[in-house]
């Protein structure tokens, strides 16, 4: 599944980015305004939330949680990933599938991104290729 994504994009860094006020050394405030902004457009939510390794934005998902996090990512790099990032989440006792929402938000992301914030440089990886595993 594709659930990482790395790319490069001018807009949301730079002089004057909001540092994040658990980890200084890590930005993302503006790409996770941003982003919480378009998936509100396409009625999905986007709630922003500061944590200490970057910014959730939490999506409107049934049956299970969905949202993405952002952080900057090297020296002039973002990341942005999807949770979950398993194939199946449990909840009770049933097992869900998470594959066709968590690919439909993959393809309104990247869309998103390439379309209105100007990202080059995309890559894709899994949960596996992250190294979590």
């Known amino acids: 599944m594709r659930t990482h994504l790395e790319f490069q994009a001018e807009r949301f860094g730079g002089p004057g980015a909001r540092p994040n006020q658990y980890s200084p050394e890590i930005f993302g405030a503006e790409l996770a305004e941003f982003l919480g902004s378009k998936f509100r457009e396409v009625g999905l939510?986007?709630?922003?939330?500061?944590?200490?390794?970057?910014?959730?934005?939490?999506?409107?998902?049934?049956?299970?949680?969905?949202?993405?996090?952002?952080?900057?990512?090297?020296?002039?790099?973002?990341?942005?990933?999807?949770?979950?990032?398993?194939?199946?989440?449990?909840?009770?006792?049933?097992?869900?599938?998470?594959?066709?929402e968590v690919e439909t938000v993959a393809r309104q992301l990247e869309q998103i991104l390439v379309n209105s914030g100007g990202a080059t440089n995309l890559n894709w990886w899994s949960d596996e290729d992250s190294g979590r595993k």
């Open 45 to 100: 939510s986007g709630t922003v939330g500061e944590e200490d390794w970057g910014w959730m934005v939490e999506l409107k998902s049934e049956p299970f949680p969905l949202w993405l996090g952002c952080a900057s990512y090297g020296d002039d790099g973002w990341l942005v990933f999807i949770e979950p990032s398993q194939p199946t989440v449990r909840k009770w006792l049933k097992k869900i599938d998470t594959r066709d």
